[in-house]
């Protein structure tokens, strides 16, 4: 247990429908990542969100939308996705935001298998 | 070219020999370097980082980097079968961005 918790576990969605992906962490930490993980492929940094720096993007198509209510909480908008999208989609945070000289460890959550149909 | 290459395995070691993980990266400047391992169906966990040039020894693990080369390692002194598990190389790239290697499947068998 890391301390950082992601909901659903798992999730089987259309590709018409909406859904979210929501990351919950009580580590005091100030930057949270939305990473994508699929089979035999490295892990994909999909969104940073830092109270440095915002809400970055990491060139993800729009159909993806994250938004962070708070230093806590981290949600992944989804919306009219394709079966390639399905993957394991991974929540971490760190202290600080990892980059800028920050070596702060990153802690993953454990993670939503989304398959999209 | 792939930012951060490992050969992704399966490598099979014995019980109790030396695992012997290894990492190339293309960006230059990269200054940090980690080591996750992610057990099948959980996330990854850090096991190891590693910053300047040299050993780094944490229990049965030693991380190397040699930054010249622009190669890191990851040793397993010991390995025992609860090591069994996909080892992530990572490096803060250009653009302070972690990018993460595909990952090598170990097996320690008994």
């Known amino acids: 247990e890391t301390g950082v918790t992601q909901t659903p576990r798992h999730l089987v969605m259309g590709m018409t429908n909406k859904k979210s992906l929501k990351c919950e962490q009580h580590?005091?930490?100030?930057?949270m990542y939305w990473y994508k993980q699929s089979a035999k492929k490295p892990l994909e940094l999909m969104f940073v969100?830092?109270?440095?720096?915002?809400?970055e993007n990491n060139s993800v198509p729009s159909r993806f939308s994250p938004e962070c209510p708070n230093s806590s909480h981290l949600f992944l908008h989804l919306h009219t996705l394709q079966p390639e999208d399905s993957a394991l989609y991974l929540c971490?945070?760190?202290?600080?935001?990892?980059?800028?000289?920050?070596?702060?460890?990153?802690?993953f959550g454990p993670g939503t298998r989304l398959t999209v149909l | 070219q792939k930012e951060v290459e490992q050969n992704s395995g399966p490598l099979s070691v014995p019980e109790g020999a030396i695992a012997s993980l290894n990492c190339t990266y293309s960006?230059?400047?990269?200054?940090?370097f980690f080591w996750y391992r992610q057990y099948s169906g959980k996330s990854p966990e850090l096991i190891m980082s590693?910053?300047?040039?040299g050993d780094k020894e944490d229990g049965r693990f030693t991380a190397q980097l040699n930054k010249a080369s622009q190669y890191v390692s990851l040793l397993i002194r010991d390995s025992q079968p609860s090591d069994s598990a996909t080892y992530l190389c990572?490096?803060?790239?250009?653009?302070?961005?972690?990018?993460f290697g595909a990952g090598t499947i170990l097996r320690v068998k008994s």
């Open positions: 971490a945070s760190s202290l600080s935001w990892v980059g800028a000289g920050s070596t702060d460890t990153q802690y």
């Open positions: 580590l005091g930490h100030n930057a």
């Open positions: 969100y830092s109270l440095e720096e915002g809400v």
């Open positions: 960006d230059r400047v990269s200054q940090s």
């Open positions: 590693i910053y300047s040039n």
């Open positions: 990572a490096v803060i790239s250009y653009g302070n961005k972690l990018v």
